[in-house]
Structure formats: C-alpha cells, structure tokens
C-alpha cells in the first residue's frame, strides 16, 4: 500500500483512533468502533 501512496496513521495501542480520508473511515481496532460508527454516519448525512 505504501508503494502505491498510502500513508498509514496509527494511534496509541488500545485507543480509540478513527482516520477520515474522503468517503473512507476507518478505525484502528475494536475500542475504535463507537467513533467509526459516528463519523460513518455523519458522513452519510
């Protein structure tokens, strides 16, 4: 993925860490997951 630009982000181990990049959200492990779930829908809104 580097290789073809990606730039990965990481957060502290057992954080919660969302990164938004256009239509993508993802989150960095399952303590991410109420953040991912509230950014996805603000971005559906």
């Known amino acids: ?3 073809l630009g ?3 982000q990481t957060g ?3 954080s919660s860490t969302v ?3 256009g239509n993508l959200v993802t989150g960095q492990n399952p ?3 109420v953040d ?3 950014l996805v829908l603000e971005a559906l809104s």
């Open 12 to 14: 502290p181990a057992w």
């Open 31 to 33: 303590q991410s997951s």
């Open 1 to 3: 993925m580097r290789e």
């Open 36 to 38: 991912t779930a509230r």
């Open 6 to 8: 990606a730039v990965p």
């Open 19 to 21: 990164v938004v990049d």
